[in-house]
């Protein structure tokens, strides 16, 4: 049984940009239900949800704000009283006042979920980690895209790009959880 004490939802990056036409394909098409499963878990619960937005400072970026893409997925903009942090890179942690934010809540666990797997959620969970954070993923509340395989050629699929990641995670930055156990 998952111990909310001290938990702290952080939805990383739940932006329009995710489904922005000519992207690459996504591997977990359960993402947004999970992850607006968890919302409402942490918002009957009564617990703290900081909301991590990207912001990114390249102009053809699709998540920078003035794009269509830098706004929030249907069900996932805070509501009153919930905190984002807005990023320029990929760790929430860094340029940001998270870890004060998470201090100031007494927070014990960092669990987190949103886009993209293996850029984003990953390297906040890293850092996190690093800087001491009990921190847990949300695996099937993840996701991310096919990418270029620079060794092979071709295309590693979205699913594998995913599973390798998590799997990394686990092994030494983070505990992994499935949305039912926490939702």
């Known amino acids: 049984m998952f111990d909310f004490d001290g938990a702290v939802l952080v939805p990383i990056d739940m932006q329009q940009a995710i489904d922005w036409p ?4 996504r ?73 004060l934010r998470l201090r ?16 984003c959620v990953s390297t906040t969970i890293r850092t996190g980690a690093n800087m001491g954070w009990e921190m847990a993923m949300v695996h099937d509340a993840c996701d991310c895209m096919e990418l270029p395989d620079p060794i092979g050629g071709g295309l590693i699929p979205a699913e594998e790009i995913h599973r390798a990641h998590v799997a990394t995670l686990a092994a030494d930055f983070c505990a992994v959880v499935g949305v039912a156990a926490v939702a």
């Open 22 to 25: 000519g992207r690459p394909r």
């Open 27 to 99: 591997g977990n098409p359960a993402l947004d239900d999970n992850g607006l499963r968890l919302l409402s878990t942490w918002r009957e619960k009564g617990l703290p949800i900081i909301h991590v937005r990207h912001d990114s400072i390249e102009p053809e970026s699709l998540f920078r704000s003035g794009h269509p893409g830098f706004a929030w997925r249907d069900g996932f903009a805070p509501l009153a009283g919930e905190a984002e942090v807005v990023k320029s890179v990929n760790s929430a942690f860094i340029g940001t006042d998270l870890d």
């Open 104 to 119: 100031r809540l007494g927070a014990k666990r960092v669990v987190c979920f949103g886009w993209a797997t293996d850029m």
